[in-house]
C-alpha cells in the first residue's frame, strides 16, 4: 500500500470518532487537489508546561502527519507572538490563524465564555464531554462564538483541579477576607462575595506574583503543573479540590474566514485531531498527578481540603452569581437553561453507577493502606 493511500486513509479513520457530534463528512485527501496551508498558532500556555500546551503540538503533529506536511500548523508559546490572554483577540482580527486557550480567561469580555472551559461546581471531565458533543454544548458555543468571528473546536481537559496554594491556613470564610486570589475564570466573581480579591495572571507570571507577595495565593491546574512551577518553593499549604473547576476544558480557536476557506477533508481532520488531543491531555494529566504530589508531599507541601464551611458558602454563592448574571445578560441565560438541566441529569446518572462504584473501590484501596 502506498504511503498516500495509507494516510488517506488514516484521515477517514481519525474523523469518524468525532463525527456524530460535529456533523463533519470525511473525504477522501486527493493526491492533486490537497492544497499547501501553513498556519501559525497562538498558544496561551509557556512551552514549560508539557501536557496542557502540548495539545496544540499533538495537534500540529498530526495533521501534518495525514497530509504529508502540507497542512502545516506552527505552535508558538505565550508571549511569543500575543501574550497568553490575547489569544481570542489574535484569533479573531486575523493576528494568527488558529489559537489553543481557556475560554474563561475571556469572561471580562462577557462570562458566557466560561461555559466552553469551566463554571464553579459544574461539569467533570466526561460530563463536560457528554454536554459539548452530545447535549448541545457544542452547537451552543459555536453559535456564542460567531459573535467574535470564531470557529470553535474542544482541545483538551486538565481534569478535575487542585484548589491552589496559600501562605497560611484556610479555615474558614472569615479567613478568605482580602485574601488576594491568583485564580483563572468565573470563580473570582464568586470567590468575591466571600471577600476574595481575585486575580488574574498568566501562568508563566504567577511564580513571581506568590514569591513578591503580590499575591497571597494561587492556583494553576494540578501537582504535575505545579510542581513544575515551583509553587511549593514559595507557599507550603496546597488546598483541594478545585470547586471551581471539575472538568475544565481547553479550545482551538480557528479564525472564521480560515475556517470557511479550509478544504472540507482539513476541516475534518482538524475536528479529528482536536478529539484526540482531547483524550491524550486528560489520560497524561491522570497518569502523572499522582507521582507529582506524592513529590511535592515528601518535599514538605501541606496537602488541606477545603473545609465544609466554605464549600457550603462557595456553592451557594455560585448559584446566586449564575441566577444575577442570567438576569442581566441573555446569552448567558440561554447556555445556563440549558446547561443546567443537563447538569442535573448527568448528576443523577453518575450518582447511579460511577459514584457507587468509586466510593467502594476508594474505600477498599484507602483500607490497604
Known amino acids: 500500500m502506498k504511503r498516500r493511500k495509507f494516510l488517506t486513509s488514516a484521515a477517514v479513520g481519525l474523523a469518524a470518532a468525532p463525527v456524530a457530534a460535529t456533523q463533519i463528512a470525511a473525504p477522501a485527501i486527493a493526491d492533486t487537489a490537497a492544497p499547501e496551508i501553513k498556519w501559525r498558532l ?112 474542544p482541545c483538551g481537559n486538565t481534569g478535575a483541579q487542585m484548589g491552589g496554594w496559600f501562605r497560611k491556613e484556610i479555615k474558614t470564610v472569615g479567613d478568605l477576607n482580602g485574601l488576594k486570589f491568583r485564580v483563572g475564570g468565573f470563580a473570582g466573581k464568586v470567590l468575591t462575595k466571600l471577600g476574595v480579591v481575585p486575580q488574574q495572571i498568566p501562568g508563566g507570571d504567577i511564580y513571581p506574583a506568590l514569591e513578591k507577595g503580590t499575591i497571597d495565593a494561587a492556583e494553576w491546574v494540578g501537582p504535575y503543573d505545579d510542581e513544575k512551577l515551583g509553587f511549593n518553593k514559595v507557599a507550603q499549604f496546597y488546598y483541594y479540590p478545585g470547586w471551581w473547576e471539575g472538568g475544565p476544558q481547553l479550545s482551538v480557536y480557528v479564525n472564521q474566514a480560515q475556517w470557511d476557506s479550509l478544504p472540507k477533508t482539513y476541516q475534518a481532520l482538524l475536528e479529528s485531531a482536536c478529539a484526540e488531543a482531547n483524550v491524550l491531555m486528560l489520560a497524561k494529566y491522570d497518569a502523572q498527578n499522582m507521582p507529582a504530589l506524592r513529590r511535592l508531599i515528601q518535599g514538605g507541601t501541606k496537602l488541606k481540603p477545603f473545609s465544609k464551611e466554605i464549600m457550603e458558602a462557595a456553592y451557594k454563592a455560585a448559584f446566586e452569581v449564575y441566577d444575577e448574571t442570567a438576569a442581566t445578560n441573555a446569552k448567558f441565560k440561554t447556555i445556563y437553561e440549558a446547561w443546567k438541566p443537563f447538569r442535573e441529569e448527568q448528576y443523577l446518572w453518575f450518582r447511579v453507577a460511577e459514584n457507587t462504584f468509586d466510593n467502594f473501590v476508594y474505600t477498599k484501596s484507602a483500607q490497604k493502606t
Open 42 to 153: 497562538a498558544s496561551s500556555f509557556p512551552k514549560s508546561l508539557d501536557t496542557i500546551y502540548g495539545a496544540a503540538e499533538t495537534v500540529a503533529n498530526r495533521v501534518a502527519a495525514v497530509t504529508d506536511g502540507k497542512f502545516q500548523i506552527r505552535v508558538f508559546a505565550a508571549g511569543e507572538i500575543v501574550p497568553g490572554f490575547q489569544v481570542l483577540d489574535a484569533v479573531q482580527n486575523g493576528t494568527v490563524e488558529i489559537g489553543h486557550s481557556a475560554s474563561y480567561y475571556y469572561v471580562g469580555k462577557d462570562p458566557t465564555f466560561a461555559f466552553d472551559t469551566a463554571i464553579p461546581f459544574g461539569l467533570n471531565a466526561r460530563q463536560q464531554n457528554a454536554w459539548m458533543y452530545y447535549g448541545g454544548g457544542l452547537q451552543l458555543m459555536r453559535d456564542f462564538f460567531k459573535d467574535y468571528s470564531i470557529y470553535q473546536i
